[in-house]
Each structure stands twice: as C-alpha cells, then as structure tokens.
C-alpha cells in the first residue's frame, strides 16, 4: 500500500522561503512520477510542479516558476517541494501525490491522473 507522509510548511511572511517534504512508503520515487498541488480558500485544486524520478525531467506551472523547485532523494524516498520568493498567494493547502496512472500522463498536472495523495499542509504568507 503506497503512503504519502507530508511535513513542513508553516507562516512566512512575503519574500520568505519554506520547504515541503514528503516521505514515499510501498513504492520508490526513483521509479515514479510526482507531483505538487495546492488548493486555496474558495478556489480548485491546482497542478503546480512534477517530477520525472526516472529522469529528472520537471514540469511547472508559469506562477511559480523560478521560484519554486519540486526535487527527489532517492535514498531517503522522499519527495521535496522547495519555495523560495513566497507571495501572499501562494496561501494555500498543499499537497504531494504519486502514483500516475498511465506512462503518458507522467509530468502532466491534473489531479485526475494520481492516484495517492498525502495529507496535505498549510502555507500561509502574509504581506
């Protein structure tokens, strides 16, 4: 049975940085294909980082490009979620999945196409 175990997050004011984590039992990250979601108040879950483990290869969304980076540790199968340059909307809910259902569907952001998930953790930035 896959788990997602996620830790971090927390309060930060704008500008600041945190990092997420989330540790993979029942499958490897090395094989796998990952990803990161948020949901704010009142808004849908959205699709803003994956991640290739096979290769490397990572995919985002163009509001947290260059700011965020989604990375791997294989010998501790652990999926990371660094955010660097955080703004007020980045507040939100956020969350680590796994498990793509189908080869193609690797890197490619809608929720629809996982099949774990963790439980999720708060962000929270203010101005």
């Known amino acids: 049975q896959v788990q997602l175990m996620q830790s971090g997050g927390g309060s930060v004011q704008s500008g600041g940085s945190l990092r997420l984590s989330c540790a993979v039992s029942g499958s490897t990250v090395r094989t796998g294909c990952m990803v990161w979601f948020r949901q704010a108040p009142g808004k849908e879950r959205e699709g803003i980082a994956a991640?290739?483990?096979?290769?490397?290869?990572?995919n985002y969304i163009s509001s947290v490009k260059g700011r965020f980076t989604i990375s791997q540790d294989n010998a501790k199968n652990t999926l990371y979620l660094q955010m660097n340059s955080l703004k007020p909307e980045d507040t939100a809910a956020y969350f680590c999945g796994a498990g793509a259902k189908y080869p193609w569907s690797c890197l490619l952001l809608q929720q629809g196409l996982y099949n774990y998930w963790g439980q999720g953790t708060q962000v929270t930035v203010s101005a």
């Open positions: 991640i290739d483990g096979g290769d490397g290869r990572t």
